[in-house]
């Protein structure tokens, strides 16, 4: 592993979604090995009580042009980890993921910042995407991954897994409801480690040009984790599969009004059919990960204790 490099010291590494769910872990990693760090935020206020006082909060969005040239201005790295996943912002996603994070790269390149590391999904293969009929939704990674690609940066892209988040997100009372059941077996990973990992990554300059994948350090199923979690609580969570069809029904109703259900669905989607060899390739995987960062890995039991407040 390189040192971190040296020359910009000072400068701040810009973290574009540094309040989301992996984002505020990446900042939180940044900031504890001593590094400045700036976040953009549509809500500055709100930032400040997620991440607190230390970083640099730039208020504005990041389709606003004016407002991304000044959070570029004297950076020295920067890590994109936006999302527009929601029911208020889904309809401008391709504006959020894509044509704006397709700028900053031009942009980025244009003021000479060279290192870029870029979230995305654990692993986006058009062909794939086209057989289940996601393309729509995995389009602004692969458009994303292309630029890169093409592009002179040093550039390193995360592909993330679903967060542990899922299998607790599921949880209400004693049930877990999973729609279509799930995968045999999904890898996942806790955001702490991704904030970990992705922290170290910006610091390097020795992983340009590489995709890597982030699994935890194994890949289970639903039923599986729900006994697993109920053992740490010690109370039963039991696993409920549930039919996708209403849901696909209510997307068809809402479509014309909002799109998220549909990109709802098409997520659920590709989380029941998550490829097996995916899967079985996990234990290498989280190996290669483990010797190329430096981390303990979060097991799913940690991350249920972690939320029985017994673990930091
Ligand atoms: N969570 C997962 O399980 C998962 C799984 C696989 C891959 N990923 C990838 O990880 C990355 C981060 O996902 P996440 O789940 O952590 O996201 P998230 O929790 O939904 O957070 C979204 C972030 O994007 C920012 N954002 C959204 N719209 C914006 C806009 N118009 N202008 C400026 N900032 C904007 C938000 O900042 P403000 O609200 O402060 O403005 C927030 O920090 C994405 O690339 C996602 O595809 C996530």
Redesign the pocket.
């Known amino acids: 592993m390189s040192p971190p490099f040296t020359t910009s010291v000072g400068k701040p590494i810009l973290v574009?979604?540094?309040?989301?769910?992996?984002?505020r872990n990446i900042v939180r990693s940044l900031l504890e090995s001593g590094v400045r760090v700036r976040v953009?935020?549509?809500?500055a206020p709100?930032?400040r009580s997620v991440l607190g006082n230390e970083p640099e909060v730039i208020e504005g969005?990041?389709?606003s042009r004016p407002t991304v040239i000044s959070a570029l201005d004297q950076t020295r790295a920067i890590i994109i980890?936006?999302?527009?996943?929601?029911w208020k912002?889904i309809r401008r996603r391709t504006e959020?993921e894509r044509d704006s994070v397709l700028w900053i790269l031009k942009e980025a390149d244009r003021r000479g910042i060279v290192r870029v590391v870029c979230?995305?999904?654990?692993d986006v293969r058009k062909d794939f995407a086209e057989k289940l009929g996601v393309l729509a939704m995995a389009r602004p990674m692969l458009d994303v991954q292309a630029a890169l690609a093409e592009s002179r940066l040093n550039w390193t892209v995360l592909g993330?897994?679903?967060?542990m988040?899922?299998f607790f997100a599921m949880i209400r009372g004693a049930r877990m409801i999973v729609p279509g059941g799930g995968p045999p077996a999904l890898p996942s990973i806790s955001p702490v480690d991704v904030g970990t990992i992705a922290a170290q990554a910006v610091l390097r300059d020795d992983l340009g040009g590489q995709r890597i994948r982030l699994p935890g350090p194994e890949a289970l199923s639903f039923p599986e984790a729900a006994r697993r979690i109920s053992a740490v609580w010690g109370r039963e969570i039991h696993f409920h599969r549930i039919p996708v069809t209403p849901l696909k029904i209510a997307s068809v109703l809402t479509r014309p009004f909002n799109p998220f259900l549909v990109h709802l669905v098409m997520a659920i989607r590709m989380l029941n059919n998550f490829p097996g060899e995916f899967a079985a390739e996990v234990p290498r995987d989280h190996q290669l990960l483990r010797e190329a960062f430096d981390f303990t890995p979060t097991s799913l039991e940690v991350e249920a204790r972690r939320r029985m407040g017994e673990v930091q």
């Open positions: 574009f979604g540094g309040t989301g769910h992996y984002g953009l935020s549509r809500n709100r930032a969005d990041i389709t980890a936006v999302s527009a996943f929601t912002t959020i979230l995305s999904g654990y993330c897994p679903p967060s988040e899922i």
